[in-house]
């Protein structure tokens, strides 16, 4: 697969794949990257270094800022796989780059390609937007 | 400006335009990375280029001593707040900057706002344009006076793609009652998610205080950044020019079913939050209060105060709290035992005394997030029944406005 970059980067971790869209901000924990949010299905699961793979987003503005701490602190997810371009978190990802060199590449891809990575699976993102799950 | 190419790449612009002002939600203190950004920005001598709001930042930093948390971290979010002003944007430390005459744009102009709440109101309510901005967007385009050509700067980009109608089993009293429009909100970000969507079959002229309530929720359970209510939203005289003369790629309808779920939702506590049930505070203000909302407060309570023990908080913007000081309202809110917020939210700044009570709110996005930032339980009513529980010291319902179920 391969899709459009939104933040550059290569990574490779394994998948979390999101029931239900998540708000960075109010929805996870910048400290240790764990689901805080208390309606969401996945709660108590972590995302660091994991490629989350979201459908659609929601929520915060502040997110971006979420991400970028989370990427100070060392909990932040490996990667993210979006099924919608998302400026906040691409934003996030390009100030985190920036400020700290790190980076956590961004990839939207069509819905029904991104329905096909199991939760789990092993998936490595290339600096293209490549997306190879094994 | 390279983070506002890089937005611009994102959003797949072809150029830049010129804003006329910007509302920022970069000072809110998360952690270190939020200082390290900005002193980046203050390292380089950036300015901002257009008159510039800014969100609610970690504390109130009129009234200190109610922060109950570490004092190390609201020195840093204090920081953060100063620094923000030092690269010229004006210290209202509000998420309703709206509600402000002086920052209020017009119909048809183009702005950057960031905050989700202020997004969707700046759109859909004033019909301003902005896109979803966030935190570091927000103040690169504040800085560079301008934002990529792209999402909702343009015509084509609002109009209506869903339709969503109210079923004619929705009672009348519950059409006026402020607590449909919270929670008809969060059934809007779930049905909506990113789409502009177009509400019928609301009374025409819905007020402003329930126009906010729509967004804010929508915001929260989705990532809406414009919606249309017929008859209320300066772009959607009718059904048609909300469409701009298309079709609408779905037509649904929305009953009192989906809603009573949606509202259920909003109480956490296990087991729902029937009459009688005890509660350790109340939190009203989110988004911050309007001077109607602050009046509305004083009519609820009549007179009477909060319980023994339970807490009524409401949070607002300090310039609003200056008019409300003005007119007496403070004054007398205060002298019922009311504790008047600014700058920040009590889901955000630790203010609530620690109880193993829920919280009462009439907010949906309180409701969406408190429980994981700060850890209580939530109970959803009107504003109404909110004050009216917080005299009781228990859940107070009015059981005309739902219906049984």
């Known amino acids: ?134 | 400006m390279r983070l506002v190419v890089r937005a611009a790449e994102v959003l797949g612009a072809e150029r830049l335009i010129p804003i006329t002002q910007a509302h920022v939600d970069s000072c809110l203190y998360h952690g270190e990375a939020t200082i390290d950004f900005v002193e980046r920005l203050i390292e380089g001598g950036a300015q901002v280029g257009v008159p510039t709001t800014l969100n609610v930042g970690a504390l109130d930093l009129l009234h200190p001593e109610l922060w109950r948390g570490d004092p190390a971290v609201a020195e840093r979010g204090r920081l953060l707040m100063g620094h923000y002003r030092s690269l010229g944007c004006q210290p209202t430390y509000t998420c309703a900057p709206y509600q402000l005459p002086s920052s209020r744009p017009s119909l048809g102009e183009q702005v950057a706002w960031a905050e989700s709440n202020a997004i969707v109101f700046c759109n859909s309510v004033i019909g301003a344009r902005t896109e979803r901005y966030g935190d570091f967007a927000d103040i690169a385009c504040a800085i560079a006076g301008r934002v990529p050509d792209a999402g909702l700067h343009r015509t084509a980009a609002r109009r209506a793609v869903l339709v969503l109608r109210l079923a004619p089993d929705i009672p009348a009293a519950l059409m006026d009652d402020g607590s449909l429009y919270p929670v008809l909100g969060i059934v809007l970000g779930r049905r909506a998610g990113s789409r502009v969507a177009v509400i019928e079959g609301l009374p025409p002229g819905v007020a402003e205080e329930r126009l906010k309530a729509i967004g804010a929720s929508a915001a929260s359970s989705g990532a809406v950044a414009m919606f249309h209510a017929v008859g209320s939203t300066p772009e959607a005289p009718t059904l048609a020019a909300a469409l701009q003369g298309g079709e609408p790629e779905e037509v649904a309808e929305i009953g009192l079913t989906e809603l009573r779920g949606a509202r259920d939702e909003l109480t956490t506590r296990a087991g729902g939050a029937p009459t009688g049930t005890p509660i350790g505070a109340v939190s009203l203000g989110t988004p911050h209060a309007s001077l109607v909302e602050l009046r509305a407060i004083e009519r609820e309570l009549g007179g009477a105060r909060p319980a023994r023990g339970v807490e009524l908080l409401v949070s607002t913007a300090r310039s609003l709290l200056a008019e409300a000081e003005e007119e007496g309202l403070a004054r007398r809110l205060r002298g019922l035992g009311v504790e008047l917020l600014v700058d920040t939210c009590t889901y955000i700044a630790p203010v609530l005394r620690s109880s193993p009570l829920p919280v009462m709110t009439d907010s949906g996005k309180w409701a969406f997030y408190a429980p994981g930032n700060i850890g209580v339980e939530v109970v959803f009513g009107s504003l109404r029944e909110c004050v009216r529980s917080a005299v009781e010291g228990r859940v107070w319902r009015d059981a005309s406005v739902w219906g049984s179920a």
Do not use: F, K
């Open chain 1, 1 to 134: 697969m391969r899709g459009t970059v939104l933040a550059g980067g290569v990574a490779d971790g394994p998948a979390l794949r999101l029931d239900e869209p998540l708000s960075l901000w109010g929805g996870v924990d910048p400290g240790s990257g764990e689901i805080i949010d208390a309606r969401h299905p996945q709660r108590g699961t972590s995302v660091s270094g994991r490629v989350l793979v979201m459908a659609s987003v929601r929520g915060s503005s502040s997110s971006s800022s979420i991400l970028a701490e989370m990427v100070r602190a060392g909990c932040a997810p490996a990667a993210i796989l979006l099924g919608e371009a998302d400026l906040i978190l691409s934003v996030g990802a390009a100030v985190a780059d920036e400020l700290y060199g790190i980076r956590v590449p961004i990839v939207q891809l069509p819905s029904a390609e991104l329905a096909t990575i199991p939760d789990g699976a092993a998936v490595m993102v290339g600096e293209r937007g490549e997306v190879n799950v094994r």
